[in-house]
């Protein structure tokens, strides 16, 4: 793509700055979305960890609800995006999730997670993460922990349980924006 890729972060509550920084570093123009009008013109939506009961709340007052259903292209959900994204919320990603599912004593933690590339492995920090309990047989697992999916792909739309705005290791953004890239060469 000749030009940036602009892609929105939904802006609501949450991690949604961290990962405005991460996107621009990766070579996005980023637009902040408060309001459903704003996805107009973008090429790939990122909804942020937070508290995922407070977003979807936030999100169906603004009617950014169904706005973010009707948006065609990529969606990149972390942790509580994650929970947005699956089959009880948005119905974008045909996965269920537990929320919180990782208990009070390991709340929150980090872990190294095999990405696959060859390359080191990435740095996970999981907060109060959300677990996968079932995926759709078109789903693919980019990344496990203790044999659990942690990185996932349905077609357009990439899920984490971790944060990977709270690293500086770009490579999930990267992951990200080349679905972007492919999506976006399909539509020209
Ligand atoms: N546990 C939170 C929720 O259910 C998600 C945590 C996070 O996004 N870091 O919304």
Do not use: W
Request: proline share 4%; hydrophobic share 45%.
């Amino acid at each position: 793509m000749a030009r940036s890729p602009r892609i929105g972060v939904l802006a609501l509550q949450g991690a949604f700055r961290e990962h405005a920084r991460a996107l621009r570093r990766a070579g996005a123009d980023v637009v902040e979305v408060r309001r459903p009008e704003q996805l107009d013109g973008l090429d790939g939506l990122v909804i942020p960890g937070g508290e995922s009961t407070t977003i979807a709340k936030l999100a169906a007052g603004y009617g950014l609800d169904e706005a973010i259903r009707a948006f065609e292209r990529p969606v990149f959900g972390t942790c509580a995006g994650m929970i947005l994204v699956d089959r009880a919320h948005l119905g974008l990603a045909d996965l269920e999730v537990d929320r919180n599912a990782y208990g009070r004593q390991v709340a929150s933690f980090e872990a190294d997670l095999e990405l696959g590339d060859g390359e080191a492995p990435f740095r996970g920090v999981f907060i109060r993460a959300p677990r996968v309990r079932d995926v759709g047989a078109g789903v693919e697992v980019l990344a496990e922990l203790g044999g659990e999916p942690v990185l996932l792909r349905d077609g357009r739309v990439l899920v984490a349980a971790f944060h990977p705005e709270l690293t500086d290791d770009l490579r999930v953004h990267e992951r990200f924006l080349e679905l972007v890239t492919e999506a976006t060469s399909v539509r020209a």
